[in-house]
C-alpha cells in the first residue's frame, strides 16, 4: 500500500509527491490504514491544521489519527471546516502538554468538541463554493507568475549590459549616491 503523509497546506498525499527525506520506519506492520474519504491528522500538528480529508488508499505513520465518517459526507466541505481559525482554535485549546512542541489532540479530546453540520446538500454547495474560489485562486497565481516572469524578461531588457539609449546619463555608483555616516540611533534616541 502507498505510503501517505499529511501536510498543513496540502492535507493528505502520497509520501512521493513531498519533498524531502522519507523518514519512515521500514517496518510498516504498526501503520495504519487509510481509505479514501478517511480523515487523518497528526495528533501533535491538529492545532496548526496539519489534517485532511484522503483522496487515497494507503497506509499513514502510527503517528496519525485515522478517523472514518460515520455517515455520508461531502469530503471537501469537512478540508474546509477543519481549516477554519474557530475549529483550529479548539483543537489547539484541547491539545494536551507542556508547550507547542509538545502538544497533542488524542482521540478522546477530539470527540468532544462540537461541529456545525449542515445537511449533505449544504455541504456539496459550500464546498463547490470554495472549489470554485480555489479554481479562481489558481488563476490568479498563473497570471500572477506570467507577470513577474514578464516583468523580469523586461526588467533584463532594459537594465542588461549594453541596453542604454543615447538620452540615458551613465555616471559611477559614487555619483547618484552616497553613504549615509552615522546614520544609527544613540542609547538615548533609542530609550525616548
Given at each position: 500500500?502507498?505510503?501517505?503523509?499529511?501536510?498543513?497546506?496540502?492535507?493528505?498525499?502520497?509520501?512521493?509527491?513531498?519533498?524531502?527525506?522519507?523518514?519512515?520506519?521500514?517496518?510498516?506492520?504498526?501503520?495504519?490504514?487509510?481509505?479514501?474519504?478517511?480523515?487523518?491528522?497528526?495528533?501533535?500538528?491538529?492545532?496548526?491544521?496539519?489534517?485532511?480529508?484522503?483522496?487515497?488508499?494507503?497506509?499513514?505513520?502510527?503517528?496519525?489519527?485515522?478517523?472514518?465518517?460515520?455517515?455520508e459526507i461531502d469530503n471537501q466541505y469537512f478540508v474546509a471546516l477543519f481549516k477554519t481559525s474557530n475549529l483550529i482554535?479548539?483543537?489547539?485549546?484541547?491539545?494536551?502538554?507542556?508547550?507547542?512542541?509538545?502538544?497533542?489532540?488524542?482521540?478522546?479530546?477530539?470527540?468532544?468538541?462540537?461541529?456545525?453540520?449542515?445537511?449533505?446538500?449544504?455541504?456539496?454547495?459550500?464546498?463547490?463554493?470554495f472549489s470554485t474560489l480555489e479554481e479562481r485562486i489558481a488563476k490568479q497565481r498563473q497570471l500572477v507568475d506570467t507577470?513577474?516572469?514578464?516583468?523580469?524578461?523586461?526588467?533584463?531588457?532594459?537594465?542588461?549590459?549594453?541596453?542604454?539609449?543615447?538620452?540615458?546619463?551613465?555616471?559611477?555608483?559614487?555619483?547618484?549616491?552616497?553613504?549615509?555616516?552615522?546614520?544609527?540611533?544613540s542609547r538615548d534616541e533609542m530609550s525616548s
Open positions: 500500500m502507498e505510503l501517505l503523509s499529511v501536510t498543513m497546506n496540502d492535507g493528505v498525499m502520497p509520501r512521493s509527491e513531498i519533498e524531502g527525506k522519507d523518514n519512515s520506519s521500514e517496518d510498516k506492520s504498526n501503520y495504519k490504514i487509510v481509505c479514501k474519504g478517511d480523515m487523518v491528522y497528526n495528533s501533535m500538528r491538529m492545532w496548526q491544521g496539519a489534517n485532511g480529508v484522503s483522496n487515497y488508499n494507503g497506509i499513514v505513520s502510527p503517528a496519525y489519527t485515522v478517523l472514518m465518517p460515520i455517515e482554535n479548539e483543537f489547539r485549546k484541547n491539545s494536551q502538554g507542556l508547550t507547542s512542541d509538545t502538544w497533542n489532540l488524542k482521540y478522546p479530546q477530539i470527540r468532544a468538541i462540537k461541529l456545525y453540520i449542515p445537511s449533505l446538500q449544504e455541504q456539496h454547495k459550500i464546498s463547490s463554493f507577470l513577474k516572469k514578464y516583468k523580469r524578461g523586461l526588467s533584463d531588457e532594459l537594465f542588461g549590459e549594453n541596453e542604454t539609449t543615447e538620452e540615458w546619463t551613465t555616471v559611477p555608483f559614487g555619483e547618484a549616491f552616497d553613504l549615509l555616516q552615522n546614520n544609527t540611533f
